[in-house]
């Protein structure tokens, strides 16, 4: 008797069981198009038996069913390129980090879920508005070592003068050869074999169109006076129309079309009009053989042309501009495209990672809090420390395999009705022995 109403209890747990099992594919199943959500699974075990006779192993019978852990699968899920380029996905281990208030509590909170936006703050939040933790750049770039909400806080880019200009061309040795006083802004084209152009920057962002004019003006060795020109209305004190020179030295070659030696001033002095700071610009032609160079690693003169011409310029200036693009690499780094064509980093997005990932609680809204079964957050960059990768413009769909879930449905609807059916043939038994005392 007593063990027909045990075996009631004991179906009674596998059917509590069973129905909180369903309860986790139904949620599984809920959250399928959940963005970065990660599927559950029950683990269930039994309950301590009793002994019917004596006390060995072959005379137990147990008491029922119950769930030892509903755990989180932390495997990874597809990614779908969003073209968003606020979207981020992380490829591998690691959550986003993300600080803000839930319950009154303000804390940080680990997600997968990458679907971000810049605020009208330019702080990088989520669609909840937790504000993303990372590592912000300073206006030049360069990335802080201290973790906090990542802010864009360069949205204009400011004016570079040009303070570089790297120039390498091949001058023909048999260009013709320029008798004193050689070079004229009269006449500078016939004064002159060689002819590159450019745009250089002043302190305000204006950009001033010069050229370059190079004048052959001795063989053995063979010698060339530089010219930088631009029109006297970018200059100080110059006239609109009227052009004017600023000496740039003499390059040397030997007779191996090697550079010997440049003579350009270091830097150059340029006196910008419109107000702007007077500019210094250093010249590279090259790697001259006088300072320990080979000749051959930028300006030569070699006759394998059909005439004098650059083959790399390369200025470091540029003008004012405003952000236009977001893009973010594999490390986190966020980029910044503006208007001018140049780039530059404006933070880095952290990742964080556990010991035991599954051990994290779960508060809603696909945030995760740490707990002592987790461990506590192990926060950095992307790409180290065994974080993974992050895919910008992209997401990572939930990982719940439909055909998996439908599965384990059956196996746990087969599971309650089995301990159903236990239960009514228990009563009828013990309908049974009720009908004994009739």
Known sequence: MGNLLASLYTANSGLGAAGTAVGVIGNNLANMN??????????FQDL??????????????????????????FTQGSINHTGVPTDM???????????????????????????????????LVNQSGFRVQGFTADPTG?????????????????????????LQANLRPTDPLIPAPGFSLASPD?????????????????????????????????????NLVADGADLAGGVAGVPQSIALGQLSFDGQGRLVNATTPNPVAVPWSGGANPGA???????????????????????????????YIHQDGYGTG????????????????FTNGHTLTLGQVALANFEDPTGLNSVGGNRFIES???????????????????????????????SDQFIDLIAYQKAFQANARTITTADGLLQEVFQLIR
């Not at 192993?57 to 699968?73: D, F, H, M, P, S």
């Not at 992380?90 to 810049?118: A, E, L």
């Open 34 to 43: 959940t963005t970065g959500f990660k599927a559950s699974r029950a683990h």
């Open 48 to 73: 301590i038996s009793q002994f019917v006779v004596g006390t060995t192993g072959t005379n137990q019978t147990g008491k029922g069913v119950t769930l030892a852990r509903i755990e989180a699968l």
């Open 89 to 123: 996905a992380v490829s591998g281990d690691g959550f986003f980090v993300v600080k803000g208030t839930q319950g009154g509590v303000t804390q940080n909170y680990y997600t997968r879920t990458g679907s971000f936006r810049f605020d009208d703050q330019g702080t």
């Open 142 to 166: 360069v990335l802080g070592a201290t973790l906090g909400d990542l802010q864009v806080i360069k949205k204009n880019l400011d004016p570079l003068p040009t303070s570089n200009i790297d």
């Open 190 to 226: 016939t004064t002159s074999s060689f002819k590159s152009s450019m745009v250089l920057f002043d302190s305000m962002g204006t950009g001033h169109q010069v050229d370059v004019y190079g004048t052959h003006t001795s063989t053995a060795p063979d010698v060339w006076d530089m």
């Open 281 to 311: 610009i250093a010249f590279n032609w090259g790697d001259p053989t006088a300072a320990g160079g080979t000749g051959r690693g930028g300006t030569t003169q070699w006759n394998t042309v059909s005439q004098s011409a650059a083959t």
């Open 322 to 337: 405003n952000l236009e693009t977001v893009s973010v690499n594999e490390d986190g780094i966020v980029t910044g495209g």
């Open 372 to 402: 002592p079964e987790s461990g506590q957050a192990n926060v950095g960059t992307a790409q180290s420390g065994g974080r993974g990768s992050i895919n910008g413009g992209a997401l990572e769909q939930s990982n719940v395999e439909i």
